[in-house]
């Protein structure tokens, strides 16, 4: 196996991706780093923390450049020209880039809900794409995609495409092992929306476990979700039956689907490999935000607040224990999301260029110093 000696691209995993011959478009997505996190280890008072950094994906900055490459490689075989998606944003931003770069003849129609973030439209409107916001919830607009996939025949990449889609997940599960030296944590604790993350997780650790590239359990699946909008979580809670969906109410905007497609898998993933679910209230998430920042160096937007949070909280709970090595999925970078964190942060002193303002200042501000 000469994995190890292909390009840094989540292609190097390709024989377990539902492609004959060679990707097409997106050859630089993947490989992001693995940082590890002594700081949050001390903090949630287990052995080893890492962080699987995101943030930094390419081209669009969040964990979804990887289920879009997958998607707009079938979209290719398929000789689509148009391809679109149901967006809480980052999707939006991922498609819009990928369809740009790949200068598909027909372009891309994204839908979103019509209250997403600054950063999440602007990054989606600039690359040129056809951007419709639609009055209503995330549920609302996937309705309607499943509608517009019928009706033109488009690539949706998370309707019609939606098998396709994520599979590229995976990948998050594969680079993570190799990361590690071809071992696999204890624990993961990731984000969930739609729920597909975490179930394709499951569905990575398991095909490298298979194939013996690697050795052990499968690793304790822990999913996090906005307290506003947490309907895998309470599913998880309940132990059994079908979602109930929930109407968001959260500064999470990436995280707010209320009828999660892929919502009953995810919850079997966390229980069967013997996980659970957290929810985290808005205050803990952007505190969550903060934390990473401080501790790690990585800024988050809202999914990574939910998912530092809820790590904190599971810890507490005694779910995280201390011999743990547990692995967090920070799915998006904090740019994205400033309208979270503008309120929390200090507003930064302004002073005339002159040396004795700022040691006035700095015995002013930081006495102590
Ligand atoms: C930043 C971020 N993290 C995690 C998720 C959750 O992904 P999934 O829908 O696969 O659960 C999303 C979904 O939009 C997201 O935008």
Known sequence: MTIGLRPPSMWRYHEWLPFDGDPVWSLDTGCTP????????????????????????????SFKDRVVAAAINAAAAFGLDTIGCASTGNLANAVAAHAARAGLKGGAWIFVPEDLEAGKVIGTSVYGARLVRVRG?????????????????????????????????????????????????????????????????????????????????????????????????????RGAGPIE????????????????????????????????????????????????????????????????????????AGRLRPDDEVVLCITGHGLKTLEAVQHAVPEAPVIAPRLRELLELEKRTWPSR
């Not at 940082?35 to 995101?54: H, I, M, S, T």
């Not at 995976?170 to 092992?177: D, G, N, Q, S």
């Not at 993350?197 to 476990?209: A, D, I, N, S």
Request: glycine share 12%; proline share 5%; charged share 20%.
């Open 137 to 237: 919830t995330y549920d609302d607009v996937n309705r309607l995609c499943a509608q517009v996939a019928d009706r033109f025949g488009w690539g949706i990449v998370n309707v019609n495409l939606r098998s396709y889609y994520g599979e590229g997940s995976k990948t998050v599960a594969y680079e993570i092992a190799e990361q590690l030296g071809w071992r696999l944590p204890t624990a993961v604790v990731a984000p969930m929306a739609g729920g597909s993350l975490v179930t394709k997780l499951r569905k990575g650790f398991g095909e490298f476990l298979e194939a013996g590239l690697v050795h052990g359990d499968l690793p304790r699946l822990y999913g996090a979700q906005a307290a506003g909008c947490a309907p895998i979580v309470h599913l998880v809670e």
């Open 34 to 61: 693995l940082v590890e996190a002594p700081a949050l280890a001390r903090r949630f008072g287990v052995a080893r923390v890492w962080v699987k950094n995101d943030t930094v994906s390419h081209p669009s900055l």
């Open 245 to 316: 969906p929930e109407v968001p109410n959260t500064i999470c905007r990436s995280l707010a689907i209320g009828n999660p497609a892929d919502g009953t898998f995810a919850a079997r993933a966390m229980r069967e490999t013997g996980g659970w679910g957290v929810a985290v209230s808005d205050p803990d998430l952007v505190e969550g935000i903060r934390i990473l920042a401080e501790d790690v160096g990585v800024f988050s937007e809202t999914a990574g607040g939910v998912t530092t949070a809820g790590a904190l909280a599971l810890a507490r």
